[in-house]
């Protein structure tokens, strides 16, 4: 739960990142073929239920604390949305190890990114993620977050923003917000994290605990309200999840509470309710691509959730 002693990165374009142990700046990451070639998605070929994903991922909420908590706006995405009622991270319940997957669609063994700070000298995420695969079909790409270690996911050249304002969830939520406003089609990652700091501080599910979720949930409306301001809203989808969830002062374990996390789609081609068919967090990244029409590489075994992208608007 440490945090970096720098928080003022600021926002800046296609960054050079911190040292690439395995993948050279510039160039393709290594993808998962015998040849070490990375494969071509056909362009254009997929069709793209929205121009926008926004995948907002509240660090270490618990999907029971969006009732406990004063989270109307948490509440009413959920209600006007999809959701899933079991939803899963991956075992290594974990800020870094789990936001890869989720970003990627690929398992830990797959990603490489099993430790939890940031460590420059282990380079950058060891497959193509989200951003690289939207990026490279020519649309925009952003990611916002509150924790250092995100960087090993900031693959050289596949985002077009890169913001660590500060570790406050009010900072995240302007930057996001002033980015958001008139965004060309491509995903954006938020990253909100005092869930989990009053988890470690206080206690997952105290009072106080709660009282962060709050601030995160106002945090989150702020996003919201951009996003609901935009003339093209109907093409945009919310994807909003968590790394992980928490119990005690701690996750990281196997424990149920630390695997379950909350899992809604927001849009207007989503079929509007609970379900109870299981997602897994790397079903997040390919929901993502599917809402893009992008074509996943062999790296994301994730499944797109039909329940965000097959209704008729
Ligand atoms: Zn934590």
Redesign the pocket.
């Known amino acids: ?1 440490k945090r970096a002693p720098w928080v003022a990165l600021g926002v800046f374009l296609c960054p050079a990142g911190p040292a690439p142990a395995q993948v050279p700046s510039g160039q393709a990451p290594p993808a998962q073929t015998p040849s070490g070639t990375r494969p071509t998605p056909p362009a254009g070929s997929a069709p793209r239920p929205y121009d926008h994903v926004v995948i907002v991922s509240f ?2 909420l618990r999907p029971d604390a969006i009732d406990r908590a004063d989270a109307p706006v948490l509440r009413r995405v959920r209600d006007q949305g999809a959701w899933a009622r079991n939803a899963q991270t991956v075992p290594d319940s ?2 870094l190890p789990a936001h890869s997957s989720m970003l990627s669609g690929a398992p830990v063994r797959a990603h490489g990114m099993s430790f939890d700070d940031f460590r420059a000298e282990r380079g950058f995420i060891r497959v193509p993620t989200i951003f690289y695969r939207a990026h490279d079909q020519g649309l925009r790409t952003a990611m916002f977050v509150a924790k250092t270690k995100l960087r090993h996911i900031a693959l050289p050249g596949s985002l077009d923003v890169w913001s660590l304002p500060h570790y406050s969830c009010e900072r995240v939520s302007a930057a996001a917000s002033a980015y958001l406003r008139d965004a060309g089609p491509g995903v954006t990652f938020i990253h909100l994290e005092e869930p ?1 700091d009053g ?2 501080r206080y206690g997952w599910m105290s009072r106080r605990y709660l009282g962060y979720v709050a601030r995160a949930d106002r945090c989150f409306g702020v996003i919201m309200a951009t996003l609901e301001a935009r003339a093209d809203r109907a093409r945009v989808l919310v994807l909003v999840s968590a790394d ?1 969830g ?1 119990h005690g002062r701690r ?2 374990t196997h424990d149920p509470l630390d695997l379950h996390i909350p899992w809604l789609a927001w849009g207007s081609r989503v079929h509007r309710g609970p379900f109870d068919a299981p997602v897994l967090t790397t079903d997040t990244a390919a929901t993502a691509m599917a809402a893009l029409g992008l074509t996943p590489g062999p790296e994301n075994t994730g499944h797109p959730v039909p329940q965000a992208l097959s209704r008729r608007p």
């Open positions: 739960m660090d270490g974990s800020t989990d988890g470690h992980h928490g996750h990281g």
